[in-house]
């Protein structure tokens, strides 16, 4: 697996678009979250469909052609510095097609930030555009909004990136040993989805993969897994990394499970890496080469996520 395209940092009085590429956001904590960008001595812009719903489908934010077509034209004004999602929960699937990646590659790099559902633009930006993306809190996110951490980590990332090169897990390996490779990965659940669509990428051969998820039952995670298992899309995987699984079942429940369908890959795999659906999550770049030792639970990039 190749590295990426970096796109430039962010400066004092960048201009950074906020989009809703799916769920439906609440104003009051999208206003909170652009209170925290201006703090930041950013140039928000909100784009003219965040706050829609749709008519017929509640968990969407406004119709596909208008969460698309406020993407596309985010990304493709030159006057925009990076594009930040507002939300995730579901849709941004729906609109993958209907975006012109031809106009948006001729419209050159820029940062993009995300996770969860945004897991499928991931994809969709390194298979389409070959461009590192960050996975890493949203501007109306409930966990970004009452987090210091999260914050700092996102703001570190976008201004100095050079001095988050290294992050570190709180817990122990569940399978020991150390790996290099190119990071990649996101919601679980998203991963298996995607598998088979156009805009993901075959497979995670050369990859350290980043895994969470939310909300899910065991047995559905079991399926996730054995999904890409049976799909050979870990085939070649050089380490994994374990965020959060909020919302699932405890972590000791989990394990035995995370163990089964991963320990049998032979690569190191490390867990509680504190990124996704969580409390001061970190921001994750994907597509940058790094260095993962389980032992001492540490992802060291080669060079900064940004330029």
Request: hydrophobic share 45%; glycine share 12%; net charge negative.
């Amino acid at each position: 697996m190749k590295t990426l395209l970096r796109p430039a940092r962010l400066a004092p009085g960048a201009r950074v678009a906020v989009v809703a590429p799916s769920g439906p956001v609440p104003e009051e904590r999208l206003q909170a979250g652009l209170d925290v960008l201006r703090g930041w001595h950013l140039d928000p812009v909100v784009a003219p469909h965040v706050l829609d719903r749709h008519g017929t489908f509640g968990y969407l934010a406004g119709a596909d052609a208008d969460r698309a077509a406020d993407l596309q034209s985010a990304w493709c004004d030159p006057s925009v510095d990076a594009v930040l999602c507002a939300r995730g929960g579901y849709g941004a699937q729906r609109i993958a097609d209907l975006l012109d990646w031809e106009a948006m590659r001729a419209a050159g790099p820029k940062v993009f930030v995300g996770f969860s559902d945004i897991t499928a633009l991931h994809e969709a930006f390194a298979a389409r555009l070959g461009l590192v993306t960050l996975h890493g809190p949203m501007a109306a996110g409930v966990d970004f909004l009452k987090n210091a951490r999260a914050q700092e980590h996102l703001k570190a990332t976008l201004f100095a990136p050079e001095t988050v090169t290294t992050l570190v897990s709180g817990g122990t390996p569940l399978v020991p040993g150390r790996a290099r490779g190119v990071t990649l990965g996101g919601c679980l659940s998203l991963l298996a989805a995607e598998l088979g669509t156009p805009h993901a990428r075959p497979g995670a051969r050369g990859g350290l993969l980043c895994l969470e998820d939310v909300g899910e039952e065991t047995y559905r995670l079991d399926r996730y897994l054995t999904q890409l298992l049976r799909a050979g899309w870990l085939d070649g995987v050089r380490g994994v990394l374990l965020g959060s699984w909020e919302r699932c079942e405890p972590r000791d429940g989990l394990r035995p499970l995370l163990a089964d369908r991963l320990g049998g890959l032979g690569v190191p795999v490390a867990e509680e890496f504190g990124f996704g659906h969580c409390a001061g999550a970190l921001t994750v770049p994907f597509g940058v080469a790094a260095e993962l030792d389980a032992d001492a639970g540490t992802l060291t990039l080669a060079e900064p996520a940004l330029r």
